[in-house]
């Protein structure tokens, strides 16, 4: 047995090795040039916001807000509410009441004073039969689209067919917007409005903060170790990861809680798909691909690093483990119906984004459950080689915590999002934390996500259990 693992398990290492050789060192330039966009962002965004509150609402690029919801009575008005209150010239909002079962649309039509209206539904989107539109009689701005239930991506469609302005911005009926989002988000689209389809914005978590009329007043950690450790992953992953891939023109995720696009540009690449797991990544590669191969004209999608939008995220194991489940799908799916996006004709997106979303991000929960495994049973079998083992503790682990850290100074530096310095300590020590037991139980959930996906199994999601904040 040992003279058949031994050569086995030291495969493993190496392979390993160099898969995480790879990985963090695409980090480290991601994160390099994640700094750079931060730094000058940090210089520049407040000055162009100053002159686009300035500008006249004739001349600002009007935005049509549309938040699909399903079962949301008991947060759907103070939503809509919050939403009323953004600092931004021209806007609307579009509620579209995906055949809820609940009284979502009675408590809508209660508050907004909701009255039937005959309105112009654009024939290219197709969804689910829509059973009325309203207009609010004392916020003309609020329109609600009462449809029966298709999904996510379904309800956009049905939003986007009734929207008016070039813009849309697609959000989640329960997130919660600093007053500026709309400001900050539309920075790029002010600035080169031709080149400009799309922009994704931060996700910030919502759990242990205080909220009053739709607004964080007072940013601040929940103390459960489980949101603790996502705070982490999150500022790693939008604050300097996908801020990162700017600089390459890469970006292939806009996260779905909150996202500005161009309403032409989606139109043009077909709109959402209801029939993808992953509709918001799905919607983003195809844009990539429109550009690249029947526009065949310079564009930019791009990442705002400002933390603009605030979400509740899963604090109970079940609803961790099916989130993560659902996203590995949705990855899993998006990648490998593209997997032709794997060439030089898509310049960076297809020589360094889609092969590192490949290897780290589809495949590579594989890469660190197996090597954790080959390591107890060199363990257990005495055989486990030193040198080896060192070697991987370094790239493995304190390389990739030395960027995990970096991103958490890089946080505090230019958004100083902690309320105290206790606050600070806790992200910091959770950083090191999270680095073993976590990663390797969400490894395990998208190993899960992806052998469902492979195999095409049919998955019950169910609904996330949700505190609420104060």
Same mark, same amino acid.
């Given at each position: 047995?040992?003279? +058949?693992?031994v050569?086995?398990?030291q495969?493993?290492?190496? @392979?390993?090795?160099?898969?995480?050789?790879?990985?963090?060192?695409?980090?480290? &330039?991601?994160?390099f040039?994640?700094y750079?966009?931060?730094?000058?962002?940090?210089?520049q965004?407040?000055?162009m916001i100053?002159?686009?509150?300035?500008?006249p609402? !004739?001349?600002?690029?009007?935005?049509?807000?549309?938040?699909?919801?399903?079962?949301?009575?008991l947060t759907v008005?103070?939503?809509?509410?919050?939403f009323l209150?953004?600092?931004?010239?021209?806007f609307?909002?579009?509620?579209v009441n995906?055949g809820?079962k609940d009284?979502?649309l009675?408590e809508?039509?209660?508050h907004?004073?909701?009255?039937e209206?005959?309105?112009f539904?654009?024939?290219? #989107?197709?969804?689910?039969?829509v059973?009325?539109?309203?207009?609010s009689?004392?916020h003309?701005?609020?329109?609600?689209?009462?449809?029966?239930?298709?999904?996510?991506a379904?309800?956009?469609? !049905?939003?986007l067919?009734v929207?008016k302005?070039p813009?849309?911005c697609?959000?989640?009926?329960?997130?919660?917007?600093?007053e500026d989002?709309l400001?900050?988000?539309?920075?790029?689209? +002010?600035?080169?409005?031709?080149? %400009?389809? !799309?922009?994704?914005?931060t996700?910030?978590?919502?759990?242990?903060?205080?909220?009053?009329h739709?607004? &964080?007043?007072?940013?601040?950690?929940?103390?459960?170790?489980?949101?603790?450790?996502?705070? @982490?992953?999150?500022i790693?992953a939008?604050?300097?990861?996908?801020?990162?891939?700017?600089? +390459?023109n890469?970006?292939?995720?806009?996260?779905g809680?909150?996202?500005l696009?161009?309403?032409?540009?989606?139109?043009?690449?077909?709109?959402?798909?209801?029939?993808?797991?992953?509709?918001d990544?799905?919607l &983003?590669?195809r844009?990539h691909?429109?550009y690249?191969?029947?526009k065949?004209?310079?564009?930019?999608?791009?990442?705002?690093?400002?933390?603009?939008?605030?979400?509740?995220?899963?604090?109970?194991?079940?609803?961790?483990?099916?989130?993560?489940?659902?996203w590995?799908?949705g990855?899993?799916?998006?990648?490998?119906s593209?997997?032709?996006?794997?060439?030089w004709?898509?310049r960076? #997106?297809g020589?360094?984004?889609?092969?590192?979303?490949?290897? &780290?991000?589809?495949?590579?929960?594989?890469?660190e459950?197996g090597?954790?495994?080959?390591?107890?049973?060199?363990?257990? +079998?005495?055989i486990l080689?030193?040198?080896?083992?060192?070697?991987?503790?370094?790239?493995?682990? @304190?390389?990739?915590?030395?960027?995990?850290?970096?991103? @958490?100074?890089?946080?505090e530096k230019?958004?100083?999002?902690?309320?105290?310095?206790?606050?600070?300590?806790?992200?910091?020590?959770?950083?090191?934390?999270? %680095?073993?037991?976590?990663?390797q139980?969400?490894?395990f959930w998208?190993?899960?996500?992806?052998?469902l996906? #492979?195999?095409?199994?049919?998955?019950v999601?169910?609904?996330?259990k949700?505190?609420g904040?104060?």
């Amino acid at each position: 047995m040992k003279e +058949f693992l031994v050569p086995l398990i030291q495969a493993v290492f190496v @392979v390993s090795i160099g898969y995480y050789t790879f990985a963090n060192t695409i980090y480290l &330039v991601l994160l390099f040039f994640a700094y750079r966009d931060i730094r000058r962002s940090k210089l520049q965004t407040p000055l162009m916001i100053q002159e686009l509150r300035s500008t006249p609402p !004739a001349f600002a690029p009007a935005i049509s807000i549309i938040a699909p919801a399903y079962n949301e009575a008991l947060t759907v008005v103070a939503s809509v509410k919050s939403f009323l209150l953004l600092n931004y010239p021209v806007f609307e909002v579009v509620v579209v009441n995906d055949g809820s079962k609940d009284r979502t649309l009675e408590e809508l039509t209660a508050h907004f004073k909701l009255v039937e209206e005959h309105t112009f539904q654009d024939s290219r #989107l197709t969804h689910a039969r829509v059973r009325g539109i309203y207009r609010s009689e004392i916020h003309p701005n609020v329109i609600v689209v009462d449809k029966e239930n298709g999904g996510k991506a379904d309800a956009i469609n !049905a939003g986007l067919a009734v929207s008016k302005y070039p813009l849309f911005c697609a959000v989640d009926s329960d997130s919660v917007l600093e007053e500026d989002a709309l400001l900050r988000i539309a920075v790029p689209f +002010f600035e080169d409005p031709e080149k %400009t389809v !799309a922009a994704g914005g931060t996700i910030r978590l919502l759990n242990g903060s205080k909220v009053v009329h739709g607004r &964080v007043t007072r940013p601040s950690l929940a103390r459960e170790p489980l949101v603790l450790m996502q705070n @982490v992953e999150y500022i790693r992953a939008f604050l300097c990861g996908r801020v990162g891939w700017n600089a +390459f023109n890469a970006t292939l995720v806009i996260s779905g809680a909150f996202g500005l696009f161009k309403k032409e540009a989606v139109l043009g690449a077909g709109a959402y798909n209801k029939n993808s797991i992953g509709e918001d990544m799905e919607l &983003v590669v195809r844009l990539h691909r429109y550009y690249t191969e029947t526009k065949k004209e310079p564009y930019r999608i791009v990442f705002i690093p400002d933390p603009v939008c605030w979400t509740e995220v899963p604090f109970e194991l079940g609803s961790l483990s099916r989130q993560r489940v659902r996203w590995q799908r949705g990855l899993a799916d998006t990648l490998l119906s593209n997997r032709d996006l794997l060439s030089w004709r898509y310049r960076a #997106l297809g020589l360094v984004a889609v092969p590192y979303f490949y290897l &780290v991000e589809l495949w590579g929960p594989l890469f660190e459950i197996g090597n954790w495994i080959a390591i107890l049973l060199a363990y257990a +079998f005495g055989i486990l080689n030193q040198e080896l083992l060192l070697l991987f503790f370094l790239i493995g682990i @304190v390389y990739g915590l030395f960027m995990t850290l970096m991103a @958490v100074l890089i946080e505090e530096k230019y958004f100083r999002k902690q309320s105290s310095l206790s606050e600070f300590c806790l992200v910091f020590l959770f950083g090191f934390l999270e %680095t073993f037991g976590f990663r390797q139980l969400t490894s395990f959930w998208r190993i899960k996500g992806l052998w469902l996906q #492979l195999t095409k199994q049919q998955t019950v999601w169910g609904e996330m259990k949700r505190k609420g904040s104060s």
